[in-house]
């Protein structure tokens, strides 16, 4: 008798949950793609193409990358290091999980970007402040809420002066206890998500959108500048 198969949200929340466990709160992104390299589970972020929240905004901006750094915090599987690299800019995609790495690389094999393994809770010394375009999809919600200022600092101090930073995230409601979430991932709330500012580096842009999958769940598109 088969089994029934298992919701790739709650096995992505029982590998995170092993992880945490071990006092290690990035570990389980590589226990993840290893398993979805393996048949035996599914990235639930993984769709197959750049994300539209993303999409849209290159559409709209018109961003010329000529000349250009870029850097795409978390790449995964590489959708979105793919459009941002389409669009002329010298990209480098990087993600903690070495299986991630190698899967974007064997899926985009005529890449213009560079992958590469990084942490972004400790990332190189000569990223600090070097990228005209930084890009944060979905990673500083994937860490648990007490790490995410860590983080959110560290994508910050990625812009180099007049430089461009955006941050595409789940939306949680302000007054959700973090008690109640259980994840991952673990929503921004509207403070979270303008937390990124800083006295440099400006919100200029904000907007909160229904996800297409479910209109009852939000997503934050949020656009900073480094003065």
Not at 1 to 9: I, K, Q
Not at 78 to 87: N, Q, T
Not at 129 to 141: H, K, P
Request: no cysteine; glycine share 6%.
């Amino acid at each position: 008798m088969s089994s029934e198969p298992v919701d790739p949200d709650v096995a992505t929340r029982q590998l995170a949950r092993a992880s945490l466990e071990q006092d290690d709160a990035t570990g389980w992104f590589e226990r993840l793609y290893s398993a979805a390299q393996n048949g035996q589970a599914v990235v639930p972020w993984d769709r197959g193409t750049a994300h539209v929240l993303l999409t849209d905004w290159v559409e709209v901006s018109e961003p010329d990358g000529a000349g250009k750094s870029a850097l795409v915090v978390g790449a995964g599987t590489g959708w979105d290091a793919e459009l941002i690299a389409d669009s002329g800019f010298d990209t480098i995609a990087f993600d903690i999980s070495p299986t991630a790495v190698e899967t974007a690389k064997r899926a985009h094999p005529n890449s213009k970007a560079t992958y590469q393994v990084a942490d972004l809770l400790n990332p190189p010394a000569e990223w600090h402040r070097a990228f005209d375009l930084v890009v944060e999809i979905y990673t500083v919600q994937a860490l648990p809420i007490p790490l995410q200022p860590t983080a959110t600092r560290q994508v910050g101090e990625l812009v180099r002066p007049g430089g461009t930073l955006l941050v595409i995230a789940a939306a949680r409601d302000d007054d959700t206890p973090e008690s109640a979430v259980e994840g991952p991932p673990w929503p921004l709330t509207q403070a979270a998500i303008e937390a990124f500012a800083t006295d440099e580096l400006r919100l200029i842009q904000l907007d909160k959108s229904p996800s297409p999958s479910d209109p009852a769940l939000f997503r934050w598109r949020a656009e900073y500048l480094r003065d």
